[in-house]
């Protein structure tokens, strides 16, 4: 698995394209200006993800998952800490829900940011790449980050991961999210063609 420095920026680009359009989403959604950082992209092998890779230290982690399909197949997944993802909520539903009530508004509101976040990445990606993708309708859940994790690397179709960290900033809560692509060999081959085919053409 190699890729080049150009497509690696290009990568980058790609997705730091689509956290803007994802921030002006979201920023509607919570009536105040939120930030995305400039995405952190990695690659990985499933078996070498684990929580200290994703930078994600907590008790119990949200998980975002939808499944995109088009020229090369990819499954996407946003993770949170549970408690960020408990502020988010807070900050999209306003004074009106009291904080021990956020839970039970906690997948709801989690899969339309999820759907925000995933879907603004992937349509950055399918411009920029002339493509298409449909993707699934986002699934929420929450468990021990040894559960989130392994659920994410069970599927021995898919062994390769592509990793972007992300932090996200509401007022002035930071929050850590971490995307997770995750990728069969061949289609990781595709997107390099694909992004090959980008970068000769800038």
């Not at 997770?180 to 053409?201: A, G, K």
Request: with cysteine.
């Amino acid at each position: 698995m190699t890729i080049t420095a150009a497509q690696l920026d290009a990568l980058t680009e790609i997705f730091n394209i689509g956290a803007g359009r994802a921030a002006s989403s979201l920023s509607d959604i919570v009536g105040d200006e939120v930030l995305l950082s400039v995405p952190r992209v990695e690659f990985y092998r499933a078996h070498e993800v684990n929580a200290k890779v994703l930078s994600l230290s907590s008790a119990r982690l949200g998980s975002v998952k939808q499944k995109f399909r088009g020229p090369f197949n990819l499954t996407a997944s946003l993770l949170f800490t549970e408690e960020r993802a408990l502020e988010i909520v807070q900050e999209m539903l306003g004074s009106q829900v009291q904080k021990e009530d956020l839970v039970e508004y906690e997948q709801e509101a989690m899969c339309e940011v999820g759907n925000i976040i995933l879907n603004a990445c992937l349509s950055a990606m399918a411009d920029m790449l002339g493509i298409s993708f449909e993707s699934t309708l986002p699934e929420y859940s929450s468990a021990e980050p040894d559960v989130v994790i392994e659920r994410l690397v069970a599927d021995a179709d898919n062994p390769l991961m592509l990793v972007l960290h992300i932090n996200m900033l509401i007022e002035k809560r930071r929050s850590q999210g971490t995307l997770i692509f995750w990728l069969s060999s061949s289609s990781l081959q595709e997107l390099m063609l694909h992004l090959e085919q980008f970068v000769s053409r800038i």
